[in-house]
């Protein structure tokens, strides 16, 4: 019986101080998460969930619209469609690069995450947008011309674009990092703006280039023209929005520290959506359905009246010796009856039937004929 003030006395230590960790992490995370990974689960955080499954949604979509490409890609024959699948694919992967960034800016900050973050974002738009702007230039050409660029043209200008970034930001980090010796996650807001000034170019010259995509005489590939259009025009709105928030906004309402990391997610996960509506989804889309020709009839038009388009012949579809024939009986038969009635002197009806019946059979030769 003594033992019993023990055992009761050993189960509340456990039990409170099983209380005591479980209040140290976040509600809605486990109790063997690390602390950088607490706002994947921190339900008081909620726009870290919000985000990574916005962020999940995309990948998900991306990875399903590269498999449809790769499954179709035997299948697409015509040769303006094929030349661009090339940065098609790269813009898809630079697209799920962009949500799979994301998460970078959810989880909490350390040297390698920000090493990454600073090299990746700018190298990624960079991608994305080098693919649109390689792909005005293609609706350019089948606009003015009818005839799009060579894929390895598409792809090669793609990639040189890309690789300014990307020695662009190798030089911000050998500098910054390896030569000052300062920290990777010590950096001031406007440097990490002023590194993607080249992303920016990028990005009006592909919105002023889609422009012209809608000067030309074949219309059909200006509904690509438009799409783009609408893709460099809202991704212009996101950067300028994030911009001024991450570089003003933040610090007018005293939350620079605490809302950094949600606004470049917010940005990436955002841009990452409207590159994937409004341009990839169509373009693969265009891709693997075939398009109605240039000057194909439209049927459904009611507007102007519609012509004969089938001569007299093919409707009655009768042969032509038929035909030859049956004009050279009534002939013969209309003169039979012609000189039986100066025979016989009765020029009254039968001739007037006679003559009825040549009046009324000519126009039929004429038709046959």
């Not at 074949?218 to 928030?245: D, E, H, P, R, Y």
């Not at 035909?323 to 039968?350: C, I, P, T, V």
Request: contains cysteine.
């Amino acid at each position: 019986m003594k033992t019993h003030p023990a055992v009761a006395f050993l189960l509340l230590f456990v039990i409170g101080y099983g209380s005591s960790e479980n209040s140290s992490m976040p509600r809605g995370c486990g109790l063997d998460i690390l602390p950088q990974y607490v706002y994947l689960c921190d339900l008081d955080a909620i726009w870290g969930i919000v985000l990574e499954a916005v962020s999940g949604a995309g990948v998900l979509t991306t990875l399903l619209l590269m498999l449809i490409l790769l499954v179709r890609l035997p299948f697409v024959k015509d040769k303006e469609k094929k030349s661009p699948l090339g940065i098609q694919f790269l813009f898809l992967f630079g697209t799920l690069g962009l949500f799979g960034l994301a998460f970078a800016f959810i989880i909490q900050e350390d040297e390698t995450i920000c090493s990454t973050r600073r090299f990746v974002w700018g190298v990624l738009f960079a991608l994305c947008f080098s693919c649109l702007l390689a792909q005005a230039w293609r609706l350019h050409r089948l606009v003015r011309h009818g005839k799009s660029p060579s894929g390895w043209h598409l792809f090669g200008m793609a990639i040189c674009l890309m690789l300014v970034q990307v020695i662009i930001a190798t030089e911000w980090l050998i500098l910054t990092v390896v030569r000052e010796k300062k920290l990777a996650c010590n950096y001031e807001p406007m440097d990490f703006a002023m590194v993607l000034i080249y992303v920016m170019f990028l990005m009006v010259a592909t919105l002023a280039w889609s422009v012209f995509t809608l000067c030309g005489k074949f219309k059909k590939w200006k509904k690509n023209g438009v799409c783009l259009i609408i893709t460099a025009f809202l991704s212009i709105l996101i950067w300028v929005a994030w911009l001024t928030m991450y570089l003003y906004g933040n610090n007018e309402l005293k939350k620079k520290d605490k809302w950094a990391d949600p606004t470049l997610a917010i940005a990436l996960v955002s841009n990452g959506w409207v590159l994937l509506i409004f341009h990839a989804i169509i373009e693969v889309h265009c891709a693997i359905f075939p398009s109605q020709p240039e000057n194909a009839p439209n049927y459904f038009d009611t507007s102007q009246p519609r012509m004969r388009e089938t001569p007299f012949e093919e409707d009655l579809q009768l042969p032509r010796s038929y035909m030859e024939n049956k004009a050279f009986s009534m002939d013969e038969h209309n003169a039979a009856l012609r000189s039986a009635g100066f025979r016989n002197g009765q020029l009254g009806k039968q001739t007037d039937c006679s003559l009825s019946k040549v009046t009324y059979i000519s126009p039929l030769k004429w038709q046959l004929y």
